[in-house]
């Protein structure tokens, strides 16, 4: 049963964004390439629930994701038998059964995951749709240079129970020039994987590696399949991507990314404070003359940071209302003296536009000094979504 209330705000998602996102990254190749939607950390921020079928009504039948838990909601939240949902990371052996039984594809980093796998699809007489991740210099997970041929090897001898839908790696930062020699150097060993996997595969998987970073400033790294994240969100991974992307494809004088997500809520109070008086906890912000202000109920545990305390600021009625005291747990208290019209019930937008003026994700990410991927994924999960145009 959901719940009967209605929460302190709530995200809206534009599909006419989304739309656009997609045409312009399908843009940005002559390849026929397949694109997999990362929806990791709650689809950033936008809801995986509410965002895959959305997602889906775009074209898009692949989604990509951190973990198991994350694969369950996908999976009850698409709309099209045929669209494919991959883990990217963390699946426990107990839950193998479950991916293999409902076609999950998953990455194999280790031979212990492989050798479990088959026991578990032989077992199951089903096939295990696999990606094997390679080791090629991010460090963190994935087969190493001297693992790459026993394990083609391997898999291709287990291939009545494994199929291998692909071979990965992962760049360590492709979104800054200052990592191009090290992602270069990785690019280099895994066209090396390439050569080797085409003597063992009689039919080749997916050769995939690019995040939105790398598939935006290096196109000789496409491959046959792209995971793309934040760019699909209308976000840029850096600026300096931005800025690349912008120098090579000058008909776009103006951002072509355009932001999926608002976060809105509205004011819940106003009240007037006299002149040498502290507005909220402490004496963290003196009123140096008489002031209306507004409570908002969001707070840093919704995301809104308590670094934004008397820096950050919102909209009301189209002007920037600033943060006034210190950002509770559940409310803040903002500025209205010159917005005289302002009454309780008024829509209040912490990201997005409203009336001409626009706060950015961006913008937010620089008051809070957080990523645009921490502020995204930090908007609570049970908040509702709603889907506009």
Same mark, same amino acid.
């Given at each position: ?8 705000? $709530? ?30 950390? #709650? %689809? ?29 909601? %996908?999976? #009850? ?10 883990? !990217?990371?963390?699946?426990? *052996? ?29 077992? !199951? ?13 991010? #460090? ?9 041929? &026993? ?25 800054? !020039? ?8 990785? *690019? ?16 080749? &998987? ?11 400033? $290096? ?23 931005? !800025? ?55 707070? $840093? ?5 308590? *670094? ?53 994700? %961006? ?5 809070? *000094? ?20």
């Amino acid at each position: 049963m959901s719940k009967p209330f209605l929460f302190p705000s $709530y995200i809206e998602l534009d599909k006419k964004a989304l739309q656009t996102n997609i045409q312009f990254l399908r843009g940005r190749t002559d390849k026929n390439l397949k694109i997999s939607v990362v929806i990791k950390g #709650n %689809a950033y921020g936008h809801g995986i629930s509410t965002f895959l079928p959305m997602a889906e009504e775009c074209g898009m039948n692949h989604f990509s994701v951190f973990s198991a838990d994350e694969a369950f909601d %996908a999976l #009850n939240a698409r709309t099209n038998p045929e669209t494919r949902i991959m883990i !990217m990371g963390m699946i426990r *052996n107990e839950e193998l059964e479950w991916a293999i039984e409902n076609e999950i594809e998953f990455y194999l980093f280790e031979n212990s995951r492989l050798d479990k796998a088959y026991a578990v699809a032989k077992k !199951m007489g089903k096939k295990a749709n696999v990606h094997l991740q390679l080791e090629t210099g991010m #460090n963190r997970t994935g087969f190493h240079r001297e693992e790459w041929e &026993p394990l083609f090897k391997k898999v291709n001898s287990l291939k009545e129970d494994i199929t291998v839908a692909g071979i990965c790696t992962h760049y360590a930062g492709a979104e800054s !020039m200052a990592n191009h020699y090290r992602v270069q150097r990785q *690019n280099e060993q895994f066209r090396e994987a390439v050569r080797l996997a085409k003597k063992y595969f009689d039919k080749l &998987p997916l050769f995939h590696t690019s995040s939105s970073a790398a598939y935006l400033t $290096y196109p000789e790294m496409h491959y046959d399949m792209v995971r793309l994240g934040i760019s699909v969100y209308g976000l840029w991974p850096s600026r300096e991507t931005f !800025m690349y992307a912008l120098k090579k494809n000058r008909k776009h004088a103006d951002d072509p990314l355009k932001r999926v997500l608002s976060w809105k809520s509205e004011i819940m109070s106003t009240k007037w404070v006299d002149e040498g008086e502290f507005i909220g906890y402490g004496n963290i912000f003196l009123a140096s003359s008489r002031m209306r202000i507004a409570t908002v109920p969001i707070g $840093y545990s919704h995301g809104f940071g308590r *670094n934004l305390t008397n820096a950050g600021y919102v909209l009301i009625h189209g002007e920037r209302a600033r943060v006034v005291g210190l950002v509770n747990m559940n409310m803040i208290t903002v500025e209205i003296t010159d917005m005289p019209k302002t009454a309780k019930g008024d829509e209040v937008v912490l990201i997005g536009a409203q009336e001409g003026q626009d706060i950015t994700v %961006a913008s937010f990410s620089e008051m809070t *000094n957080n990523l645009n991927y921490e502020v995204l994924t930090r908007i609570p999960q049970d908040f509702p979504r709603k889907i506009k145009g």
